[in-house]
């Protein structure tokens, strides 16, 4: 298999470089820590993955070329080279890192213990995560863990890591203490949606009122000129529920451990919602008649962008006139080739 093929498919499997699971089941051996080696030179996949009753996996794929190659063409220091790691120093990295919450009451409710990495592959970081408990259904408290994989800067995934699930609760607070999925799905769709459009409507406010540039206007503009994909994971203790709601490619894993076994069994609690989705591709070229170029069936792209649904991402969204006018005032980016009929993205999880 080629390495384009073999980036290709880990990218699809998982974007995720910020993780948090749920612990509810003795940790699997170090063996369980893999890695996967494609046979085209100087090319290394590493896949680390670690077990729990929710479990997002951390994908990388690191290129190894020659030292003083790498040096010579490199404008940074040479302290900047990437290096490979073996399965020992890659885990010690990642526990550097980790943050560990004891499970806690809350109430007459436990929270169990769960995990959280947040490893930066580039910097700034442009990831965000949350873990909080507050007020879910019928105002009982429910647990919430959320991983914001951000684009084109940092600004969308750090508005979410604040405002995600204050808006959530205040949805969620209302409706009966056990309400049916459907209830908890719509509700949940219609929250994250709304924040969406919060974020957009500032900036279509910024652009038509604002003549030249602020830092306030440029603070406010951010979140919705930058972008991120959300994973969101409602755990309701009482029941011991977890629903998990997904915009973008980042991936949710449920591992559930087998003591016949004595290993995990990975079930997917996500699915990533690009253009190479059939049902994402069908729904695209539905609200856009005619526009056969929006989705690139060879790299699952939507007009350009690597996600079919994301928050923030303005330049996929906003009419034509709104997108010129940030360009011409605030120095922004254009529009998208081929944008005539937006928006193109979508904020409402599945």
């Not at 951390?58 to 490979?84: D, N, Y």
């Amino acid at each position: 298999m080629a390495f384009s093929q073999w980036r290709a498919a880990m990218s699809r499997l998982t974007r995720l470089r910020s993780s948090a699971f749920i612990r509810n089941a003795p940790p699997p051996p170090m063996g369980h820590i893999k890695i996967l080696q494609s046979n085209i030179p100087y090319r290394t996949i590493l896949i680390f993955t670690s077990g729990g009753a929710t479990a997002f996996a951390l994908t990388q794929a690191i290129e190894r070329t020659p030292l003083e190659k790498t040096v010579k063409e490199a404008s940074s220091p040479p302290s900047t080279v990437p290096q490979v790691l073996d399965v020992k120093a890659a885990t010690a990295r990642l526990q550097e890192v980790e943050r560990t919450v004891p499970a806690t009451r809350v109430g007459d409710v436990e929270i169990p213990e769960h995990h959280i990495v947040r490893f930066g592959s580039n910097f700034p970081i442009e990831d965000e995560y949350v873990s909080a408990t507050a007020p879910g259904p019928g105002g009982k408290m429910w647990h919430y863990w959320g991983v914001f994989d951000g684009h084109a800067g940092a600004a969308t995934s750090a508005h979410l890591r604040s405002h995600l699930i204050p808006a959530l609760t205040s949805a969620l607070s209302p409706l009966p203490p056990n309400p049916p999925n459907t209830t908890l799905t719509s509700t949940v769709q219609r929250a994250f949606t709304a924040l969406d459009t919060a974020l957009l409507t500032t900036a279509t406010t910024v652009i038509a009122t604002t003549p030249t540039i602020t830092s306030a206007a440029l603070t406010a503009l951010a979140p919705a000129l930058s972008g991120s994909c959300a994973l969101l994971s409602l755990y309701n203790p009482r029941t011991r529920s977890l629903t998990t709601a997904c915009v973008g490619d980042s991936r949710a894993v449920l591992g559930r451990w087998n003591p016949a076994t004595n290993a995990y069994a990975a079930l997917p609690l996500s699915v990533d919602q690009t253009g190479f989705s059939a049902l994402e591709a069908e729904r695209i070229a539905a609200e856009h008649p005619g526009e056969d170029e929006v989705v690139d069936p060879k790299t699952g792209r939507v007009l350009g962008l690597a996600v079919s649904r994301a928050f923030g991402d303005a330049r996929w969204k906003l009419p034509r006139a709104v997108v010129r006018g940030w360009m011409q005032r605030f120095w922004g980016y254009g529009e998208r080739p081929g944008y005539k009929t937006p928006p193109y993205l979508s904020a409402e999880p599945v």
